[in-house]
């Protein structure tokens, strides 16, 4: 089974040795998404529209790989804060509040930069193969 590795003008990738998107048959697996682009951090300080901004990335991804935010069956939500909690489940539910994936959120002590308040990972599985 063939598998495809999608990057993006993420700087990080090459460094690091990672894609932002591995696709192998009708299964998705996207990295860790943060809220920067083209290099800088979008929205500082405001967790809610840095998750809406992952999360827009995240369904770029997917529909560049063939895949919907339909498809996706699990996040994991790394959040700065624990207590800002409910600004990025309240932005995750705006948009898979019908989905309803299996999903995790943790605290972590940081992030790749330290204006980052919130980092996605998603998994999907194509309709029907589930």
């Not at 990335?57 to 699990?74: C, K, P, Q, T, W």
């Amino acid at each position: 089974m063939t598998v495809l590795n999608l990057g993006s003008a993420n700087p990080w990738e090459p460094v690091v040795g990672y894609s932002r998107i591995v696709v192998r048959g009708d299964t998705a697996w996207i990295s860790g998404t943060t809220a920067m682009v083209d290099g800088v951090v979008a929205h500082p300080g405001d967790a809610a529209a840095q998750t809406r901004e992952v999360l827009a990335m995240i369904e770029r991804s997917l529909e560049r790989a063939g895949f919907s935010l339909h498809d996706v069956v699990r996040t994991r939500m790394y959040v700065t804060d624990i207590g800002r909690w409910e600004e990025v489940g309240r932005a995750h539910g705006e948009v898979f509040g019908d989905i309803r994936p299996a999903s995790t959120m943790v605290e972590v002590s940081a992030l790749i930069d330290p204006g980052l308040l919130v980092e996605i990972e998603a998994d999907a599985v194509r309709d029907g193969a589930a």
